[in-house]
C-alpha cells in the first residue's frame, strides 16, 4: 500500500461558544446535508466543526468549530419543536428535526492562519440601530440559508457581520465587517425583530411569521487564534 501524505490547508478559525452554538449554525446553512468533522488535535482536546467558505483569497476556508467530548454518530436538531429549540443525541426520525451527522477523522487537513498573517483589509463600519442590522443581513444571506446570523463577540458586546468583497484591481484582499453593540444583551440563541414598530426581543426559538429573525452564533473574537 502506498501512503499519501495529505494536503494542509490554510484555514481562518472561528470558535464558537459551544456544542449548541455549532450545531445550530451548521444545520442553518447546510440544512439536510449538514455534517460535522471530529478529531483530536495536538494538545489531544476533541474537536467538533465545519467549513465555510474562505472569503479571501490566501487561504481555503473558514473553520467553524468548538470543543466538544460527545461521542455520537448523528445530532438531532429543531428550532422549533413544540415552541422550543431542541438538541439531541442520535438520530431523530421526524420532519421537525434535522439530522446532523459527524464524520470522525484521524488527519487533520487544516492549518489555522490569522487574519494578521494575511494581506487583508478589514473594514468595520458601525451600525447605528438593530433595523439596519437586521435589513443588512437579510439583503447580503445566500438563498439557502433558513435564517440570517450574526456573530455576537463577547469581548466587544456586539454583533457583528462579516460581508465578503468582490475583488478589485489592487492586490489586496477586502472585508467588510458590520458591527451593532448591544445595550441589552440576553444570551438566548435567536433575535426576534418585529419591522412594524421597530422593537426587539431574544428568544429560544422563531415561532412568529409575521417577525424576522437573526440567529446568535456566540464567539469570544473573531477570527483570532
Known amino acids: 500500500m502506498v501512503m499519501v501524505d ?3 490547508i490554510s484555514v481562518l478559525p472561528i470558535e464558537v461558544g459551544d456544542l449548541g452554538d455549532l450545531v445550530r449554525l451548521v444545520s442553518n446553512i447546510r440544512r439536510e446535508r449538514s455534517v460535522l468533522i471530529s478529531y483530536r488535535d495536538s494538545a489531544g482536546s476533541n474537536v467538533l466543526g465545519f467549513y465555510l467558505p474562505p472569503q479571501v483569497k490566501d487561504v481555503q476556508g473558514i473553520f467553524v468549530y468548538t470543543y466538544s467530548d460527545t ?3 448523528v445530532i ?3 428550532p422549533n419543536d413544540g415552541g422550543k429549540e431542541v438538541i439531541k443525541l442520535g438520530y431523530v426520525d421526524s420532519p421537525v428535526y434535522m439530522n446532523v451527522f459527524v464524520a470522525y477523522i484521524d488527519n487533520v487537513p487544516h492549518q489555522f492562519v490569522s487574519l494578521n498573517d494575511l494581506d487583508v483589509e478589514v473594514t468595520e463600519v458601525n451600525v447605528n440601530d438593530l433595523s439596519s442590522l437586521v435589513s443588512i443581513a437579510y ?3 445566500y438563498e439557502g440559508i433558513m435564517l440570517p446570523f450574526a456573530w455576537y ?5 456586539s454583533l457583528k457581520l462579516n460581508i465578503e468583497v468582490p475583488s478589485s484591481n489592487d492586490e489586496r484582499d477586502h472585508l467588510l465587517m458590520f458591527k451593532l453593540v448591544l445595550k441589552n444583551y440576553v444570551d438566548l440563541p435567536f433575535l426576534e425583530y418585529n419591522p412594524r414598530d421597530g422593537s426587539y426581543k431574544y428568544v429560544n426559538a422563531p ?3 409575521t417577525k424576522k429573525y437573526l440567529l446568535i452564533t456566540r464567539v469570544n ?3 483570532t487564534l
Open 6 to 8: 495529505i494536503m494542509v
Open 71 to 73: 461521542q455520537t454518530r
Open 76 to 78: 438531532a436538531y429543531s
Open 139 to 141: 439583503s447580503t444571506t
Open 153 to 157: 463577540e463577547r469581548d466587544s458586546n
Open 207 to 209: 415561532t412568529d411569521l
Open 221 to 223: 473574537k473573531l477570527f
